[in-house]
């Protein structure tokens, strides 16, 4: 059963940081791609980032992020990262951690986990 779990969110001030991790089971982590998308209130799901399977040399950001993010991985542990930095308001969303996706626009997937909540606000 695939699993993924998001933890590291939280309240920052803009201009803060913050580094979310994803924690994966039940499949074989190293082989997939993973990225990572978000949903702020009232709005679409938004993809965020990317990072390709294997040594996670290929990364792709959203335009809103790039930049600013950074996404990695440590096959080791089977986690998925995001490193925050500058953060703004318009970055409030809840962030989830997603395998096998399908479409960025509109995103379409297969398996996210259930989210950890960024806010980001003075």
């Known amino acids: 059963e695939v699993q993924l779990m998001e933890s590291g969110g939280g309240l920052v001030q803009p201009g803060g940081s913050l580094r979310l991790s994803c924690a994966a089971s039940?499949?074989?982590?190293?082989?997939?791609?993973m990225y990572w998308i978000r949903q702020a209130p009232g709005k679409e799901l938004e993809w965020v980032s990317t990072i390709n399977s294997g040594s996670g040399e290929s990364k792709y950001y959203g335009a809103s992020v790039a930049g600013r993010f950074t996404i990695s991985r440590d096959n080791t542990k089977n986690t998925v990262y995001l490193q925050m930095n500058r953060l703004k308001p318009e970055d409030t969303a809840v962030y989830y951690c997603v395998r096998d996706l399908e479409s960025a626009v509109p995103v379409k997937f297969r398996y996210r986990g259930p989210g950890t909540q960024v806010t980001v606000s003075s």
């Open positions: 039940g499949f074989p982590f190293h082989s997939y791609s």
